[in-house]
């Protein structure tokens, strides 16, 4: 169970079948737009989408499309907190916020779906394909 273990700063969490990034309770600061999406936290890390992604609200789900700025929905996670944040083997990127929302990255088969950097020298990247990829603490 991951409840108590992903205050580990700067370390993946193993969970079986899949990984947890050390996010939990990190608030949402800011949204950067340009290529990709990239949700800026208050504990120094960042969280990069480049792929398509699915962003589930009480109205339904919703398309965000990074690469051609189409992702204004996602300006209702500013300020919200992340309550799981969920890297499965096949490159799935599951993110759960305070406010209900969640958003799921699916790999991409021709370029780099999403990477998570911080805190500290943590880096993981979801490669085209799937396979993940880390560096520093992991």
Not at 26 to 48: F, K, P, Y
Not at 94 to 101: I, K, P, S
Not at 114 to 134: H, K, N
Request: charged share 20%.
């Amino acid at each position: 169970m991951l409840v108590g273990h992903a205050v580990r700063m700067g370390k993946l969490i193993r969970l079986g079948d899949r990984w947890a990034l050390p996010y939990r309770g990190m608030e949402i600061t800011q949204i950067r737009v340009d290529n990709a999406l990239t949700l800026v936290l208050s504990g120094g890390a960042l969280i990069a989408i480049e792929a398509e992604a699915e962003l589930s609200t009480p109205d339904g789900p919703v398309r965000l499309r990074p690469d051609r700025q189409k992702v204004a929905e996602a300006l209702a996670l500013v300020g919200t907190k992340l309550t799981w944040e969920i890297i499965f083997k096949n490159g799935e990127l599951h993110l759960g916020f305070d406010n209900g929302y969640h958003l799921t990255v699916e790999p991409d088969p021709g370029h780099e779906a999403w990477s998570a950097t911080g805190p500290g020298e943590l880096r993981v990247v979801c490669s085209p394909g799937g396979e993940i990829t880390t560096w520093g603490r992991s």
